[in-house]
């Protein structure tokens, strides 16, 4: 029996297939998986919000909050490394709270490199690394063919690179910080119509919360919204109801106050 | 005696022996001893727990004995230095000494620190004689360690160990005439454990009260009744007295440090020549260690500056390291040593010194059948970052830390690649481990921690500074905010704020206190920020 006979069809095709599906069964019963299958299960898919597109090999851009570029990075590195490019300024505590394990992160400080010098230095970063986080002053400093050659090569070795500079070809999302009153605790202020509300205590004696909403930067995309509290962060698909209510209102009504 | 097959045994005594490895270059660094003693000319007391565990033969002079309390010993002897017992010191100094004993003898046993033990009829032949090898023994452990030592010969162990405090050789079969006249407590210098001790204290009290004063009046009662009697611990004892026990205890030996050290004179104030210095240290260390097949689980770097400090740190390494690996993380050291993080540049190196710690047998570490999870992912990353710290140079590659504290940023340690991070601080009592510290700042922490903070001002309705009062009392409500630099530039109206978290940290210091106080402050367009009162105000945080 050859080859081609057995594809085509009949009773040797059907055997195959019997035994392949077997043996996938026996797999799967033992818990093994091919790698490729592994990624696809686990892997975002193509989900449309920034949490999907930071698991992707690639580009992510993130701008307008330190806060959720950390949580995509504490995301992204799940059981990998990840890389610090840069990131000057940076608050560690807050790393740590938002769930990125200092133990197996990679603090470079590039100085005064040249973008010759951060070229290699990013290259031989997305090699070893996972997830690459590289802040917007050293991005700055490369050209738009560098990192276009970064992120070509960042897809090949399926690292994941978030920014919060300019990249060319990157996914873009934005993050608007909500307005904090109502998660800190304040909710329920009443705003005079007229004057200034006098300065209060947080009532809670500390703040509780601070929460950003993330959409990409073109089209209509998903929205999604981060609070971060003490106890780390929390993510919360489309726009949640009090998010709703308060966001656009708190800050319709602070520009009439005001 | 008829036994013609019993065996010779040798041992070397250094009397106080405690005092002596204390006093060595070993316990210089004993914050106590303030500099070198001499315990042959000064009075020094080593105490532990229960007393006087050792002094000097001044002291000894002066009625201090072992087992006295520390405030009989001081004023019999008000000139009294004391030290602090450290058992580990001590079996780590006696080392020097067994290295010197093998010089002459093979294979010398450690009964206890500061005693010896090792066969004597074969070195006895070679020597020339007992007596010649006795001299022979104390004479190489004098010259190459300086500890001066008495050496006996018996045919039994407690006869050794007591013909050594004694200084003589007992002829052979004569062992146990020459301890019969010996008081009974003298069997406890032949134990080496506590517990040992402790039993064999009990019984030698029941001896006494039996009438049973000397070791002859033990030696000369049947050994089955005494065995019957008192167990295996009374025939142990009977044992010793009758000079019928050879077996000595044996105690592990401690791998002695490698250690390679270089005076550097002139002082060597630039890294580059530091680095210079250290290659050849380096090439000294690692060849070595190759000598004597042994890997090092981690390396300490000490140096002396010219201004008397010392700084040492340790460096964790992989198997046998090669002279190229303990010179980088030398020079790195150095580097940031000799920059000075934070408190400007220090003073020229005086003294380099490399000590390999944590030795083991070269080739014999075991790696697991299944290699770690995670350990080719940190191999991989390890390597990326030795290159991209060839790239950028010594000190680019960092890996953060954090630690107990009270604000964001003296929580964060930034450690060179490669550093060893240091044990976690223990948990103060009554808490979990990782609670945060009573009066800190609380979490959600801001992601954003200027590098250098930013310079504020915070004021209430009227216009006028907020301050904070010695008690953590704000004296008004802040009203406006102006910071004064950075991309947060600008005046703005305060929402909300929480605070003030007073930290009051160093008072202990010369220079005195570091008083400061945190304030979270919520803006009205809904920025929140930490402020800290350190003088004035300061921009120290940012919920970005």
């Not at chain 1, 992120?151 to 994941?160: C, D, I, V």
């Not at chain 2, 004063?213 to 009744?225: E, F, N, S, T």
């Not at chain 2, 340790?314 to 002279?323: D, I």
């Not at chain 2, 915070?458 to 102006?482: F, K």
Request: net charge positive; with cysteine; aromatic share 4%.
């Amino acid at each position: 029996m050859t080859l081609e006979s057995r594809d085509s069809g009949g009773p040797g095709a059907s055997r195959l297939a019997q035994a392949q599906a077997a043996l996938a069964r026996a797999e799967s019963r033992a818990g093994l998986r091919v790698a490729r299958a592994l990624e696809v299960a686990q892997g975002p898919g193509r989900r449309a919000g920034v949490r999907g597109a930071a698991l992707r090999p690639g580009v992510t851009r993130l701008t307008g909050s330190t806060t959720v570029l950390l949580a995509l990075a504490a995301q992204a590195q799940a059981q990998g490394w990840c890389a610090l490019v840069g990131a000057e300024g940076l608050g560690w505590c807050a790393a740590a709270e938002e769930g990125l394990d200092l133990g197996r992160v990679v603090l470079v400080r590039p100085g005064e490199a040249d973008r010759r010098g951060l070229l290699a230095v990013l290259g031989a970063l997305l090699e070893a690394v996972g997830t690459v986080l590289v802040t917007a002053e050293v991005a700055a400093r490369l050209r738009p063919a560098d990192r276009r050659a970064l992120l070509a090569r960042a897809r090949e070795r399926e690292a994941r690179l978030l920014t919060d500079g300019d990249w060319e070809g990157a996914r873009a999302f934005r993050a608007h910080r909500l307005n904090p009153l109502p998660h800190a605790g304040l909710g329920g202020v009443v705003v005079p119509l007229r004057g200034r509300p006098a300065p209060q205590e947080l009532p809670a004696g500390r703040l509780v919360a601070c929460a950003w909403e993330v959409r990409e930067t073109t089209g209509w995309g998903q929205v999604e919204v981060l609070r971060r509290d003490s106890d780390g962060v929390s993510w919360e698909t489309g726009v949640p109801q009090s998010c709703a209510t308060s966001a656009p209102a708190a800050r319709a009504r602070t520009q009439v106050v005001g | 005696m008829s036994r013609v097959d019993a065996p010779r045994m040798l041992a070397l005594w250094v009397p106080d022996w405690p005092v002596v490895a204390l006093c060595g270059r070993w316990g210089g660094d004993a914050p106590e001893a303030g500099g070198a003693l001499r315990p042959a000319v000064e009075a020094v007391a080593v105490v532990g727990g229960d007393g006087v565990l050792a002094a000097s033969a001044p002291a000894r002079g002066l009625g201090v004995s072992t087992g006295m309390r520390l405030r009989l010993a001081r004023s019999l002897c008000p000139g009294l230095r004391v030290l602090r017992a450290r058992p580990e010191v001590e079996v780590r100094a006696f080392e020097p000494v067994m290295a010197a004993l093998g010089e002459v003898v093979a294979d010398p046993v450690v009964a206890r620190p500061g005693l010896a033990l090792m066969a004597a009829r074969g070195p006895a032949r070679w020597a020339g004689g007992e007596q010649a090898l006795a001299a022979k023994v104390v004479e190489t452990v004098t010259d190459l360690t300086g500890a001066e030592g008495q050496a006996g010969v018996a045919d039994s162990l407690l006869g050794a160990v007591m013909a050594a405090r004694q200084g003589v050789i007992v002829p052979v079969g004569q062992a146990a005439e020459f301890l019969a006249p010996l008081p009974i407590d003298r069997l406890l210098a032949a134990l080496t454990t506590r517990q040992a001790r402790q039993e064999a204290r009990l019984l030698i009290d029941t001896f006494s009260r039996l009438g049973l004063r000397r070791l002859g009046d033990l030696a000369g009662l049947p050994q089955k009744d005494v065995a019957a009697r008192f167990g295996p611990t009374g025939a142990l004892l009977h044992a010793l007295a009758a000079a019928q026990e050879w077996r000595s205890p044996v105690c592990a030996r401690p791998e002695a440090d490698v250690q390679v050290e270089r005076v550097l004179d002139p002082p060597v104030g630039r890294s580059d020549q530091a680095a210079f210095a250290a290659r050849s240290l380096a090439e000294e260390l690692s060849e070595t260690l190759v000598r004597r097949a042994l890997a090092a689980g981690r390396l300490q770097v000490r140096a002396q500056h010219e201004d008397g400090v010392s700084r040492s740190r340790c460096w964790r390494l992989e198997g046998v390291p090669a002279p190229a690996d303990i010179t980088d993380r030398v020079r790195w050291q150095l580097e940031g040593w000799l920059s000075g993080p934070g408190d400007g540049p220090v003073a020229p190196l005086t003294l380099l010194s490399l000590t390999a710690l944590e030795l083991r047998a070269a080739g014999a570490e075991q790696k697991g059948l299944w290699s770690q999870p995670g350990a080719q992912d940190r191999q991989r990353v390890a390597r990326a970052a030795e290159r991209v710290e060839s790239l950028l140079g010594a000190g680019t590659v960092l890996s953060p830390l954090v630690e107990q504290g009270w604000d964001p940023r003296g929580r964060v340690r930034l450690l060179a690649w490669g550093e060893e991070v240091p044990a976690p601080q223990p948990a103060l009592r009554g808490t979990r481990s990782l609670s945060p510290w009573l009066g800190a700042v609380p979490a959600p922490s801001p992601s954003v921690v200027p590098a250098q903070a930013v310079p504020a001002r915070l004021q209430d309705a009227a216009g006028r500074e907020v301050e904070v009062d010695a008690h953590g009392q704000a004296s008004a409500e802040p009203h406006v905010l102006h910071v004064e630099g950075g991309p947060w530039q600008g005046s703005g109206e305060v929402a909300a704020w929480a605070g003030p978290w007073p930290v009051d940290e160093g008072w202990w210091r010369p220079q005195g206190a570091h008083r400061r106080a945190y304030m979270q402050v919520l803006m009205r367009d809904g920025q929140a920020l930490l402020l800290v009162r350190r003088g004035r105000w300061w921009l120290e945080g940012v919920y970005d």
